[in-house]
């Protein structure tokens, strides 16, 4: 129950178990979050057992019910259970075929039909493992599988394919979870599994095989946090805590990247140097507010590079006719390493021959491991749905990027890659100022509580902290939000500002070489003019401001492109407090998950 916990923020529609007690499974499954199991098994307990699956559920296929949570079971004697995440996309067929065969099913999910089959192998070849082998050539989609029998108590058999699964190695005692979150608390040795492999489990290990049959191996490796990571530390939700977290996230992903004399070394990106030096196109794909960093990053990486550089929706990439080639370098950012159309696009980018590079946030999964080379960001495990101190790190992490191909590649920028380095090394005592100062935002949150839309304008960098900030307060608080490019105001948007209309906006640097920090101050003018009530995030010592502005928000001097680093922190704090003082979940928002693991 602890572990399920722990993975609560990767789905919690329903929540279930399933333990071997003598010859029998026992499940226990509620609808909503793991609290109503919790509640239930208070009432009537389950017996005793050492070998158990559970799980949390995001519904795809069955509304979120008592029958349709996991595990389900198989066979007649409903002495197999099975739990899964992702989709089985062929289900509808193999489920006729099964009901043909007089095959009653209790669920609508796909899932039971796995049980099914995985029941009828096992009837005819007696083992768990090898049922399982059998069948997942059958199984179209992407699935994570985990099945215990009462006929071998002490053994849980696990697949996967697109999928996380990892495993975990205590003393005595091994573990599988779709992250190391779910067993952290037992043991910080791992091991990463690839794609289209099946682990049998018992108190003595894990055994690997491939689907053909093979034997198979896992990756062993020492995870590099432990349970307090994964704990809200004294704050009130795992958000607040995160938010609280960036200073150390930012300065953790920068650790270790400079040599001696200050030169970027990236040793973990195993691409060839030259094959770096060639490239002509730089291509970041990416979903949500992992996007969102891409496209500040884009803005750093052409300046510092001169490479063309585009930000794409990983699941609008694959479905167009995409410009890649060997010369591409496509950078896929992700905190998970999970979400399916990201993963999706970086093996559409690599069919079509160019380099992927991963920047991600968790070690063992597996989009770092279908590209060709991984960046990791350190921000600490993750938890609350809504994506903070990872945005910060991939921002960071995809500098980093930036200023090593700079470097490699010579010209104006490569001797400016140190001073950009020295310059970040300084942010994180900018966003722990921010931090501190951000009591005025609680109050501005928690006045606006009955709120019905806000509008984000920001330009330039300040553009994608706009969306950002509305990404934040759509998924936090359930409000309307827009982010827009300033600039873009006179096009349309400006039409919808009325009296009261609440408009953050982010301004840029008056210090910025760009100049557009006069143009942001005529834009907060024009839709003051219009009735709107603006609050404003600006830098210290800005005054050009004052007049317009019904509320400011300051942030430390810093130079424009680390500004984002900066900008977006009150825009969290904020939706957070609204999203709190409407009395919502801001760890776990209505309809959403943290992993993404389907398309
Ligand atoms: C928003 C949020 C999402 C994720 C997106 C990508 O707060 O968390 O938009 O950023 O689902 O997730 P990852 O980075 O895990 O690929």
New binding site residues.
Partial sequence: MEGLARLEYRGYDSAGVALIAGEHVVTAKRAGKLANLVAALAQESLPESGTAIGHTRWATHGAPTDENAHPHLGGEDGKLALIHNGIIENFHGLRAALIEEGIHFQSETDTEVVAQLLARSYDKVGDLTEAMRQIVGELKGAFTLLAVHADQPGVVVGARRNSPLVVGIGDGETYMGSDVAAFIGYTREALELAQDQIVTITTAGATIINFDGTPGQGKAYHVDWDAAAAQKGGFPNFMAKEINDQPHAVADTLLGRTNEAGALVLDELRIDEAELRAVDKIVII?????AYAGMVAKYAIEHWTRIPCEVELAHEFRYRDPVVNARTLVVA???????MD?LMAVKHARVLGARVIAICNTHGSTIPRESDAALYTHAGPEIA???TK?FLAQITACYILGLYLAQLRGGTYADEAQAVMRDLGETPAKIQTVLDGLDRVREIARFMVDTRSVLFLGRHVGYPVALEGA??LK?LAYIHAEGFAAGELKHGPIALIEAGQPVFVIVPSPHSEHGLHDKVVSSIQEIRARGARTIVIAEEGDEDVVPFADEIIRVPVTPTLLAPLLTVVPLQVFACELASAKGLDVDQPRNLAK??TVE
């Fill in positions: 990416a979903c949500g507010t992992a950012i992700s905190q998970s390493g999970e979400t990201t749905v809504a994506s990872a990404l934040k998924e992993s993404v």
